[in-house]
Each structure stands twice: as C-alpha cells, then as structure tokens.
C-alpha cells in the first residue's frame, strides 16, 4: 500500500502532480490545504506566515487522515509543504514506511506561479519567502524522490510511478 506526500513551497505543483498520479490509480487524495484551520487560513490571507504552532494542529490531523486511509488499506497522496525535516518525521511517526515526493523550484518560479493565481488560492504571494527562509530541505532523508517542480506534469507523474514501482516501500516485505 502507497502512502505518499506530494511536499514542497508554495505554487510547486504539489496538488496537481497529486491528482496526476492518484486520480487514475484510484487513490484518495488528501489535499492539505483543506485541513487548516479557519485561524491559519486567516492568518495566510492576511500575509502573516504561519509558525510550528500554527502547523501543529494541521500537521496531526493531516496524520490522523493519511493514517485512517492507509489502515483501511487504500492507497494514499497527501499535499502538504511539510517544509521542515521535523514536521516531515512527525508525518513519518504516524506511518511508516511514508515516502515523499519533492518537487523543487527556484523562489523566482514559485512567485511567479503564486502571482499567476492570486486570488483563486489562500496562499499569497507575499509568502512566498517565508517559505523558502523555513524550508529544510529533505535531500538524502530516506524515503525521499526530489523532482524538478519545472517539469511537464505528465513526465513527473511518471517519474513517480516509475519511483514508486522499483523503490521497495521501508518495512514492506514483497
């Protein structure tokens, strides 16, 4: 069973390359956005960036949701920045064997595709830094595929399929 989080800053393509690969694999998507609360989201649109308090909440029932998925045996795609190695191994304490797919980009790229949807999403551009200043990269963090966020959709979704099938899941016994 695949249990995957689709993590990286803002306006990486997180949700999109989600959907590409859980929607014809009939996965359950969790898309991370629509787990914060009314506070964060508040506090977002108004351009003030959240903090490890604000995440705390969100990040244990992103957990609490990925976890009830995967105990009835579904596979699994979550969208969640998870931008820092201690929010990434709270998700991990919740289920094993989690892997995560980084899709990188460049701060210039991720303001630019902010900008390019300001208004239609929480998230505004003013943010944009105050991710990749909390941002900790997970190179070398086991369980991890890094990606170029710049790529077609198409190619990284295959790219994660491809991952998915050769890379054993940790603990998995096939």
Not at 94 to 117: H, K, M, Q, W, Y
Not at 152 to 163: C, H, I, M, N, S
Request: include cysteine; charged fraction near 20%; glycine fraction near 8%.
């Amino acid at each position: 069973m695949a249990a995957v989080v689709f993590m990286g800053v803002a306006g990486c393509g997180k949700s999109s390359v989600a959907h590409a690969v859980a929607q014809p694999a009939g996965w359950a998507l969790v898309e991370g956005d629509e787990f914060h609360p009314p506070a964060n989201i508040a506090k977002m649109r108004a351009g003030i960036a959240l903090d490890d308090a604000d995440r705390s909440g969100w990040l244990d029932a992103l957990a609490a949701a990925v976890a009830a998925h995967a105990a009835g045996g579904r596979a699994v795609a979550l969208t969640c920045s998870a931008l820092r190695r201690a929010y990434r191994d709270r998700l991990r304490a919740a289920l094993p064997g989690l892997r995560f797919v980084f899709l990188e980009i460049t701060p210039e790229e991720s303001l630019r595709r902010v900008t390019a949807r300001a208004g239609a999403h929480l998230f505004p551009p003013s943010l944009v830094a105050s991710q990749f200043a909390t941002l900790e990269p997970p190179h070398g963090e086991p369980g991890v595929l890094c990606l170029d966020a710049t790529r077609p959709r198409e190619a990284l979704a295959a790219a994660v399929g491809d991952w998915l099938r050769e890379a054993p899941i940790p603990g998995d016994a096939r």
